[in-house]
């Protein structure tokens, strides 16, 4: 991928909006819990980072997705991966379904100010019994004139605390699971809507995520984006957006979590020299260096196709399937070399080791990535083997 001097004044934006209004905050935000997605989503739509590949027409830059890419990098930066889960569900994962396929007005209401930052929005799919696997959600829309009555249950949800409206996957039809479903719109302020109570998360701790439950939620029609039936469909086409986003991003964080370790390595000292000149771990960091170097080029061979209009299904599943992984050797192999003060809570190889283990989870767990990149491959089973 080559970058233009717009690619590098875009990443020139977002270092100094990270390194002015999150990096500084991301200790109380870790400890609350909580960040305040308003007033911070706010300031990055001032500086149009929640539209960078929108359409103008709603206040958008109209670039092409390397732009946005290169948003979703530097966010890896920091230092609350919470935060920038969130920042990337508005971008990457609850709008771009929105973007393409919504009517005029809808994007009117909704899609211009989550650009803007005047609304939190959270892309609101996965189910207790339907996380990895979408085809299996219950949740259920059921026509009532001209509306929706929805019923069902969403469990991990990004910013639900905060948000104004949910992306909502739900079944619309009997039949087929892969043609029985459609995303809508539900503002979280309507009636029946129930946000539940923050979740005690492993990590990604600055981030609120919570249940929402749905009783008789009634939402007009007009609210379903695209066609009905298209939900699964659309949906998957977020899905690789969002695993191109948690690639790149991760890949910045190890960079950084390396660079801090070796320069904790000079300083510490064990058997009377630096811990850096045991070769065993200066070779250590020549290789993660490596492995994180040979991440970002499969992502950004990715994104160029993708930028060409390329099916990226394949390329996508990789980096996903390989950033997690990859992530987890280098927080593990990281926190080892700073011993003891490894363990402690707010340690930074200590607080990436907890987590990036979300990324082996969310926006399809390992299994299922490996099992796309099969199917593409050609190698699963023709059928199921007799019992």
């Known amino acids: 991928m080559r970058f233009t001097e717009e690619h590098q004044q875009l990443r020139r934006t977002v270092r100094e909006f990270v390194d002015k209004e999150i990096r500084p905050h991301t200790d109380r935000w870790e400890r609350?819990?909580?960040f305040p997605?308003?007033?911070l989503f706010k300031k990055a739509g001032n500086l149009g980072l929640l539209g960078v590949n929108k359409p103008e027409a709603y206040g958008g830059m109209g670039l092409d997705y390397s732009y946005q890419a290169i948003?979703?990098?530097?966010?890896?930066?920091?230092?609350?991966?919470?935060?920038?889960?969130?920042?990337?569900?508005?971008?990457?994962?609850?709008?771009?379904?929105?973007?393409?396929?919504?009517s005029e007005e809808l994007k009117q209401e909704f899609l211009t100010p989550a650009i803007a930052g005047d609304m939190v929005t959270s892309i609101a799919v996965s189910e207790v019994t339907g996380g990895s696997d979408v085809a299996a959600i219950k949740t259920t829309a059921k026509k009532d004139g001209d509306d929706y009555i929805i019923n069902g249950s969403k469990m991990w949800i990004t910013s639900a605390s905060q948000a104004d409206w949910l992306c909502l996957l739900a079944n619309t039809s009997e039949g087929k699971v892969h043609l029985n479903k459609s995303l809508i719109i539900v503002p979280t302020k309507t009636k029946g809507v129930t946000i539940g109570p923050k979740l005690d998360k492993l990590g990604a701790r600055a981030s609120d995520t919570c249940p929402v439950y749905l009783e008789d939620v009634r939402v007009p029609q007009s609210h379903r984006i695209g066609g009905e039936g298209?939900?699964?469909?659309m949906q998957m086409q977020q899905f690789q957006e969002e695993r191109l986003w948690g690639a790149i991003g991760c890949a910045r964080g190890m960079d950084l979590l390396i660079d801090a370790t070796i320069a904790y390595t000079k300083e510490r000292t064990a058997f009377g020299m630096p811990l850096i000149d045991n070769q065993v771990i200066h070779f250590r960091f020549a290789e993660l260096k490596?492995?994180?170097?040979?991440?970002?080029?499969?992502?950004?061979?990715?994104?160029?196709?993708?930028?060409?209009g390329a099916d990226v299904t394949m390329l996508a599943s990789?980096?996903?399937?390989?950033?997690?992984?990859?992530a987890r050797e280098v927080a593990d192999s990281c926190l080892q070399y700073w011993g003891g003060m490894g363990f402690m809570w707010d340690n930074v190889a200590s607080k990436a080791y907890r987590d990036v283990r979300l990324l082996s989870i969310g926006g399809g767990a390992d299994e299922v990535m490996l099992?796309?990149?099969c199917k593409l491959m050609g190698i699963l089973p023709s059928k199921k083997p007799k019992s």
């Open 32 to 34: 609350d819990g909580i």
């Open 290 to 308: 490596t492995e994180v170097e040979c991440l970002r080029s499969l992502v950004w061979r990715a994104v160029e196709d993708y930028v060409h």
């Open 371 to 373: 099992g796309i990149i």
């Open 71 to 102: 948003v979703s990098e530097e966010l890896g930066a920091a230092g609350s991966s919470g935060v920038a889960m969130a920042l990337g569900v508005q971008t990457d994962m609850a709008t771009p379904a929105l973007s393409r396929y919504g």
């Open 37 to 39: 997605a308003h007033e």
């Open 318 to 326: 990789m980096a996903k399937l390989k950033s997690g992984r990859l």
């Open 230 to 233: 298209m939900g699964f469909m």
